[in-house]
Antibody, heavy 123, light 107 residues
């Protein structure tokens, strides 16, 4: 069974940075695009960023553009999210999610979700 | 950005009843690139339907999706106790990918 395990969440002060990681297993990681999706406490799902298999196609939600950077290391079966200039509005459970496709982060559906890692931004 | 509006916000039903959930897009969804995800309390989402009407692997046939253009529907033919959850539609044809606000199906 495909597995996605997120880590790196925690409590951070406003304006600081945090880096999330997601380790993938039981599938060929570099065959698929990947995503980060977040869910604020008691709220719905919000797509954050997506990346194609070779990092050639990358996209961000407007709410994080210029502050967050998605990246991947196919040799390590790992996906990352570098989050800078954090605000209270970034407080959420962050899910790593696998795409069904390869070449673009859009035009393919999300087919597997990790369990998430919690980010809390507060002074 | 494609805005997805789900209705109703909450659906109160009993086991064995039929549930009909709606998702309306602010513009035509490219190639029917619409998915439905289920989220049970305390759990991550799970893919139910992709391409508007295709069931994901392992999803029971009581779940069905339909629609095209801007109007989509998820139907649960006979509710089982484990189906009481929140359901999200999501479009993946345009960037940014977007989700609807969710429909909670409660007892």
């Amino acid at each position: 069974e495909v597995q996605l395990v997120e880590s790196g969440g925690g409590l951070v002060q406003p304006g600081r940075s945090l880096r999330l990681s997601c380790v993938a297993s039981r599938f060929t990681f570099d065959d698929y695009a990947m995503h980060w999706v977040r869910q604020a406490p008691g709220k719905g799902l919000e797509w954050v960023a997506g990346i194609s298999w070779n990092s050639g196609s990358i996209g961000y939600a407007d709410s994080v553009k210029g502050r967050f950077t998605i990246s991947r290391d196919n040799a390590k079966n790992s996906l990352y999210l570098q989050m800078n200039s954090l605000t209270a509005e970034d407080t959420a459970l962050y899910y790593c999610a696998k795409s069904s496709g390869t070449y673009y982060y859009h035009n393919y559906y999300i087919d597997v979700w990790g369990k998430g890692t919690t980010v809390s931004v507060s002074s | 950005e494609v805005v997805l509006t789900q209705s109703p916000g909450t659906l109160s039903l009993s086991p064995g009843e039929r549930a009909t959930l709606s998702c309306r897009a602010s513009q035509r969804v490219s190639n029917g690139f619409l998915a439905w995800h289920q989220q049970r309390p305390g759990q991550p989402p799970r893919l139910l339907i992709y391409g508007a009407s295709n069931r994901a692997t392992g999803i029971p046939d009581r779940f069905s999706g339909s629609g095209s253009g801007t109007d989509f529907t998820l139907t649960i033919s006979r509710l089982e106790p484990e189906d009481f959850a929140v359901y999200y539609c999501q479009q993946y044809g345009y960037s940014p990918l977007t989700f609807g606000g969710g429909t909670k199906v409660e007892i």
